[in-house]
Structure formats: structure tokens, C-alpha cells
């Protein structure tokens, strides 16, 4: 496969994680716990509660929330904005854009925008992973939400993006070296 398409790819890939980050930070879904008539959502940010069938009710958490709490919004916004910038570094540094027109600097820029997405994926799962751990201990009608579910694909698509990046730099290099010698 072509090293473009192949670009072409990780950026979709880390464009769809990028998103999966941020609707699992910004979603109250982490953890659900159902009673016989009262479902409450609990996310990083807020918890909301729907008794029956009447509305839901939405509170956000205080500032001074727990500290686990408040690990896992930092880890999940560095995510954010580090594939962010991983996914600019990733567009401008490409074949297929010519924003940049160093030559020498575009391998730099991708293995810069690699190695951000595959910090960027493990600053997603590790906090994802921390939530469903703790839910082995917890009582009875507590389930996992959907934001740990879209947390791991995001953070998955942003490592096999960043490993596919590691891998073309890393091709492109050796054969570099062996048309050098």
C-alpha cells in the first residue's frame, strides 16, 4: 500500500478517535446504576437522574470533586487535545497536503504526530480501564456506560494509527538508508 494512502487512513482513523474522545468526556455515561424505578447516569462532569418516566435531571459535580474524578478528566482532556495536535501534525506533515514544503521535516513531523497519537490513545484507556476495574466492587445494579465502551475504541484507533505511522517512518527510513549505502 502506498505510504499516501496509508496517511490517508491514519488521519480518518485518529479523526474518528479524536471524536470518540470527546463525546466519551463530555458524555454522562461512564456508569449506570439502575434501580426498580430511578436510572442514574454518572459521567466526569455531571450525574443525571430519570425517575420513571419523568424528565431527566442533570447536576454537575463541584469543583473540588473526587480526585479519581478529576485524574481521569485531566488524562481524558491531554487525550484531546494531544490528538488534536497529533492530527494536525499528521495532515500538515503529508504527501497529500502541501502546507509544508521542507522535505526534511515532514518524516519528523510524522513521527512526532505517531508518537502523539499513541500517547494520546494510552491517556484515554488508562482512565476507561480505571472506571470498569472499579466496577467489580461495586453493588449490585451498577453497569458500565457507553462512554467506556467508546473510550476504548477511540483510544485503540489512535494507537493503530500511531503504530501504523511508527511502522511506514520507520519502513521509509531503512529503505532510505539501504539506497544511501
Not at 96 to 104: A, E, G, I, K
Not at 114 to 142: D, M, T, Y
Request: contains cysteine; aromatic residues 8%; hydrophobic residues 45%.
Amino acid at each position: 500500500m502506498a505510504p499516501k494512502t496509508v496517511k490517508m487512513i491514519c488521519v480518518a482513523l485518529s479523526t474518528v478517535g479524536l471524536i470518540g474522545v470527546i463525546i466519551c468526556c463530555s458524555l454522562p455515561e461512564w456508569l449506570v446504576r439502575r434501580d426498580d424505578y430511578t436510572e442514574v447516569h454518572t459521567g466526569l462532569w455531571m450525574a443525571c437522574v430519570k425517575q420513571g418516566s419523568g424528565p431527566r435531571v442533570c447536576k454537575t459535580f463541584d469543583s473540588q470533586a473526587y480526585p479519581d474524578i478529576q485524574a481521569c478528566r485531566a488524562m481524558t482532556i491531554i487525550s484531546c487535545l494531544l490528538c488534536g495536535l497529533s492530527l494536525l501534525l499528521l495532515i500538515f506533515g503529508s504527501d497529500f497536503t502541501p502546507c509544508v514544503q521542507n522535505q526534511d521535516a515532514k518524516p519528523k513531523m510524522i513521527k512526532a504526530a505517531a508518537v502523539g497519537l499513541l500517547l494520546a490513545g494510552l491517556l484515554v484507556i488508562i482512565p476507561v480501564r480505571w472506571f470498569s476495574n472499579n466496577i467489580g466492587n461495586a453493588p449490585e445494579g451498577l453497569t458500565l456506560g457507553a462512554s467506556i465502551f467508546i473510550g476504548y475504541i477511540a483510544g485503540v484507533l489512535m494507537i493503530l494509527s500511531g503504530l501504523l505511522l511508527c511502522y511506514l517512518s520507520r519502513s521509509r527510513s531503512s529503505s532510505y538508508h539501504q539506497l544511501q549505502s
